[in-house]
Structure formats: C-alpha cells, structure tokens
C-alpha cells in the first residue's frame, strides 16, 4: 500500500527548469515561443453572466491551446491511447489518463478521449484473480522487473477517478454520449464506497485511496488537500443523487481551511494528517516519505478551487484564495519569483521555480489579482513554451497543469447541468 502514496508523491520532482537554466531560457526565447505559424485567435476570459464571480479579461490565445493540446497528444499519447510518463521509466498511471481525457473534452477531441478512456478501461482494471473487483482504474502500470508491461500497483488514486468521472460526464453532455454517463454513475458508486470515510466526528472525507493505506488508525486519516474537488462532488451529486457528494463539499472547504493552519504562512500542504477525534491536524512525521509541505501536489488547490468559484459562485473558493494567496502574492510582489517547494515556516526549500505551479497560480490570480495573473503570464508562461512543448518535451504533469491552468473555465458553463 505505501507503495502508492511514495510514488504519488515522488513523480513531480523533475518537473522543473534549475534558476540558470529558467534564466537563460527566458532571455533566448522572448515571447517569440508562443507565436503559432497563423495569425493568433484570441479570447477575453471575462463572463457577461450576473454571477458573483466575475472573471477578469486576461488574453488567451486559444490556437496556442489547441496547438499545444496537439503537441502534447503527439508526444504523450500513443495511438492505442496510452498516455506515456517519460520522466519515469515510460510507465502509466491513472492520473496521467484521466487528464487526457479531461483535456480531450476541452479541444473537443472525441477520438482521443474514446481511445485514452478504452486503453484505461482494458489495461487498468482492478482484479482478483482474473475478476474485477470495482471499476476504479490501478494507479500505475509500467514494465516488471522481468521486462512485462503490466499493473505495477493495482491501489487506486481518488484524484484520477475522479477527473476521469468528471471527464466522463462531461463527455456524455458534450457529445451526447448517454453510455460514458453510465460509465461514470457506475464509477461513482465505487468512489464512494471505496475512497471516502464517514468519521465519528460527524463529516465525511474523501481519502487519497485504500483504506488500507490512508486511514492510518480508525479515527486518524491521512489526507491530500490537492484531490478535493468541490465543483466535481456538486456535478457528481448531479448524476448520483443517491449519495450525499455534497457532504463532501463541506468537509473538503473544512480540511483546506483547517490544514492550511498548519503553515506559518496559510499554504495547503501536499499531505497532512487528521485525527477526527479531536480535530487536529497534524504533519507527517519526518520518517514518513509523504511530506507535509507546499509543493507540487499542493499547486492544484489554486486551481481546483478557481473552478468552483467560476462554475458554481462558490464564496467559500474566493475566500480561500484570498486569504491564502496572500504570502505567494507577497513574494511575486518583491522578487517576481516563486520558489517550487516552501516548508511550514515559510521558507523555500529549493531554489528553482515550476512552470507548473505558476499555471496553477494564473488560474487563482486572474480571479482575485488579474494583474499579477498578466505578469505570470508574460514572464513565467509564454516564455516556456515553444512548438506546443511548455518547458521540457519530457514534462508531462507541466504540459497538463499549464495546459488545465491556461483554459478558460467560462467556455464550459453549457457542461455544467444535464441537458434534459
């Protein structure tokens, strides 16, 4: 079982460029990298709905988008529909389908989703002996120590069940596919039963995966800011209305609050512990190979929680942001750089900066700081990127944060409700 979460939390570590490199990158590429061989279409992000949660007009151009969604399904993607990690040993995992198919919903690329979802269907299933026990999809797959290419570990990972599900849904609304509604109401039913926890405090956590490996003691969880996904539970609850996923809103703005404590500084950690006895949160001990620390899990609340403020007018996501911004917008403000990884006292821990992380801070920033927002965009995104390619040909989680980070959510409201 640690098998799971030691690798969740390993595969991130070469997602970035050293400061020199960063540097020089910047100073040889300009913003000539993000010119397309055709005049560039782009969009004002900006709602005309009366919403609660007016988006600011940042440019995007969205040829840019499409051309690097192409580049990354050429580079990443086999023809079977096998999204390749070439940062660690060519292997699989759930995570990297299910942002395939996310993304293939986004540039309406129906072909693409169909072969990434049925690869997953036919190569990640759960089983024992030869039968499938749910419909959740194995984590990893790679090459064996015998050279096979099979599940390397057959534990799940809530956060890919979960995008694939809302990929899934969205799907089916999009194309008016009713067979991936299906797919994903059968999908839900094993989440729920599987990877989320009704505790004697009263609430209901979603956990990173097995009990097994994340329920440490009957009333200890451990638990991964960075998975919860208020928006997916309020569309899950949508198509599923037989389980409360709503509960799971409350108690995922509660852990991210709370946990939040934890740092000196207000960030969301990659991991925490919570004793639901008391209600403490707590980090992992220094032994532990899970950290408890700002980094390249804990990007994903910026933008997680950017979509249920856009999507659903949630006050409690721009709360958050706001108030939880405040130190990483501090240090843009007085050095124009973010360091990758920051520990509970604030204070960087290395001296390199992610494409990806500042992906995830342009989807945040342009909701509550749209300035700051241009200025990443300027000077830490469009610098990386060249031929469809952002940062590195190898760096597949930069190539679907930036790609997830940039997309304008307001062009999916029609997918937010079922069409009939």
């Known amino acids: 079982m640690q098998q799971l979460a030691q690798g969740k939390n390993r595969k991130y570590q070469t997602n970035f460029l050293p400061l020199s490199s960063f540097a020089v990158t910047i100073a040889v590429l300009g913003l000539s990298g993000c010119l397309s061989n055709s005049p560039p279409r782009s969009l004002a992000v900006a709602t005309q709905s009366p919403s609660p949660v007016a988006v600011p007009t940042t440019e995007i151009d969205l040829e840019l988008l499409q051309e ?53 269907e036919n190569n990640l299933q759960r089983t024992v002996a030869g039968k499938r026990t749910d419909q959740l999809w194995a984590w990893e797959w790679g090459r064996d120590i015998q050279g096979n290419w ?15 599900i809302t990929a899934l849904i969205f799907a089916s609304r999009r194309w008016q596919h009713p067979e991936y509604l299906q797919l994903a109401q059968s999908k839900l039913e094993d989440l729920w ?38 928006y997916a539970f309020r569309i899950f609850a949508q198509v599923d209305p037989t389980r409360d996923w709503l509960s799971l809103v409350d108690s995922s703005y509660q852990v991210l609050k709370s946990s939040a404590q934890l740092s000196k500084v207000n960030l969301p950690s990659d991991w ?28 994903r609340v910026w933008w997680r929680l950017a979509l249920d403020a856009v999507w659903f007018q949630e006050p409690r996501a721009t709360q958050f942001l706001q108030r939880h911004l405040k130190h990483l917008q501090q240090t843009w403000s007085s050095t124009k750089r973010i360091p990758a990884q920051i520990n509970l006292q604030g204070n960087p821990l290395v001296n390199y900066e992610a494409t990806s992380q500042y992906a ?35 760096a597949y989680y930069t190539q679907n944060l930036v790609g997830l980070g940039l997309f304008p959510p307001t062009e999916f409201r029609q997918l937010l409700h079922p069409t009939n």
């Open 68 to 120: 690097s969604w192409n580049a990354y399904r050429q580079r990443f993607i086999q023809a079977d529909g096998r999204v390749i990690d070439r940062e660690d040993s060519d292997r699989s995992t759930s995570e990297a389908q299910a942002y395939a198919m996310l993304r293939a919903v986004f540039a309406d690329d129906p072909t693409t989703f169909a072969r990434t979802l049925n690869w997953s």
């Open 150 to 164: 099979k599940i390397r570990d057959a534990n799940f990972a809530s956060d890919a069940d979960i995008d694939a």
């Open 193 to 230: 039963n599987l990877s989320t926890v009704a505790m004697p405090d009263g609430h209901r956590y979603l956990i990173p995966g097995p009990t097994a490996a994340f329920q440490v003691r009957s009333h200890v969880l451990i638990l991964n800011p960075s998975y919860f996904a208020p």
């Open 272 to 299: 925490v512990n919570l004793d639901t006895q008391t209600g403490n949160y707590q980090a992992l001990p220094a032994s532990h190979s899970l950290r408890t620390e700002y980094s390249f899990n804990a990007y």
């Open 360 to 394: 995830m801070l342009f989807a945040a920033f342009r909701l509550i700081e749209p300035a700051i927002a241009n200025q990443i965009l300027q000077q830490k995104l469009l610098p990386q990127y060249r031929d469809g390619i952002w940062e590195q040909d190898s």
